[in-house]
């Protein structure tokens, strides 16, 4: 549903959103989802939401954690244990298209605030759950235990070091995503047959699907991948390779490309050495191929080797700050910066483009409670 004073543009405009989750993973799709156009509640406790206190860095005072995922939504503070503010989380639930929660299994039945007791009270709801394990676990969803559980840790790392968690939290970003395109697939269902569905979604799966080629070998193969550094597993030179100055990535992923990697270093012999001559080769004679590029690579800086080699069309690139990550964007014309509300608070632009109903940032995150005249507007004024 469109509310007052919203924006009627966007692909998902018409949609109302309640959401019930904290920390990552759900805030992370229902930001997603207001970017889209959608109407999106964000229901706190009387604590708030935990990423509100995750400081520092913070800006004007506030969390870029908690800002960085919640823009779009407008934020009211309900005490489920308080008569009146449970009324309220119940009436918001049975009107919205879609409830998004991660509540610990079973957390809000004692509430009617579960999957069942919102689809009797509201058939067309589509109900998305996100757990950390699975609705038969209680163990806490926190990324690093999934990133521990599902193996993403064990291949990461390198080689003869320990294992080591991603530089993000990964898998709730995952997780967040397989959240919206479960609750999008289940809108779908529900407009063909006015019939809403219970999604779930959790963290330990989100991983494994992740892990892609990694959980794959495994799967098809019953190989047990291991950690590798910055290497790959099937396809060499693909990594990170010491050049003059710093290091370069190098991501050769055909013969034709290896050629022009070995013509642009000086080193035309190896592009016809029977140890290096096609991918599989090279894979497993990796250790008497890398000393042959760290040689040649160590002739000039990096930056010169990416403009030589890119040149040559050979896949390659520096590894750089996120400071300088910001700016590569600029300069590819990606424009990474979006400016929410009429505070203009920045953050990372939406990923997705659309030619017709591009992604928007009419509201900046907001307080605490900021919107508790306006939600109770929107329902009704269901509670005197």
């Known amino acids: 549903m469109t509310a007052p004073g919203e924006r009627a543009a966007g692909p998902l405009a018409g949609l109302l959103v309640a959401d019930f989750s904290r920390v990552l993973a759900g805030p992370y799709c229902t930001m997603l989802f207001a970017d889209l156009g959608a109407t999106v509640v964000k229901v706190e406790g009387p604590a708030g939401d935990e990423t509100r206190h995750w400081t520092p860095p913070a800006r004007d005072g506030d969390a870029t954690y908690y800002l960085s995922v919640n823009r779009g939504k407008r934020a ?7 008569a009146d ?5 119940r009436e918001l639930a049975q009107r919205a298209d879609v409830v998004v929660a991660n509540f610990k299994p079973g957390g809000l039945a004692r ?29 806490p969803g926190y990324d ?32 967040g995503l397989h959240a919206g395109l479960g609750a999008l697939a289940a809108l779908r269902h529900r ?20 892990l892609v080629n990694q959980s794959g070998a495994y799967a098809l193969a019953g190989v047990v ?18 050049a003059a100055d710093g290091d370069l990535v190098l991501a050769v992923g055909n013969d034709g490309q290896f050629e022009r990697l070995c013509q642009v270093l000086e080193i ?25 590029l760290e040689r040649a690579l160590a002739a000039r800086p990096a930056t010169e080797w990416e403009e030589l080699l890119g040149s040559a069309g050979v896949p ?10 910001f700016e590569r964007a600029r300069v590819l014309g990606l424009d990474p910066v979006a400016y929410a509300g009429a505070e203009r608070v920045p953050g990372v632009r939406h990923p997705i483009s659309l030619s017709a109903t591009p992604p928007a940032y009419p509201l900046a995150p907001p307080a605490p409670d900021a919107d508790r005249a306006w939600v109770r507007r929107l329902l009704g004024d269901p509670v005197p």
């Open 191 to 210: 407009d063909a047959t006015g019939e809403g569905q219970h999604v779930e979604v959790n963290l330990m799966s989100s991983a494994l699907s992740a």
């Open 225 to 242: 991948p291991q950690r590798l550094g910055n290497d790959h597993p099937s396809i060499y030179p693909y990594g990170s390779f010491p």
């Open 76 to 82: 009211v503070t309900l005490d489920f244990e308080d």
């Open 144 to 175: 690093v235990l999934a990133q521990a559980l599902s193996g993403v840790m064990s291949i990461t790392g390198e080689a003869d070091g320990e294992p080591t968690k991603a530089g993000v939290a990964i898998v709730d970003v995952v997780t």
């Open 268 to 292: 035309p012999d190896a592009a016809v050495d029977p140890r290096f001559a096609r991918n599989a080769d090279r894979s497993t004679g990796r250790e008497a191929l890398r000393p042959l």
């Open 85 to 89: 503010d449970l009324a309220l989380a």
């Open 316 to 325: 390659c690139a520096p590894i750089l700050a996120i400071d300088a990550a």
């Open 111 to 139: 509430f009617g605030l579960d999957y069942d007791a919102v689809h009797d009270a509201n058939p067309r709801a589509v109900y998305v759950s996100i757990t950390g394990f699975g609705a038969a676990s209680s163990l």
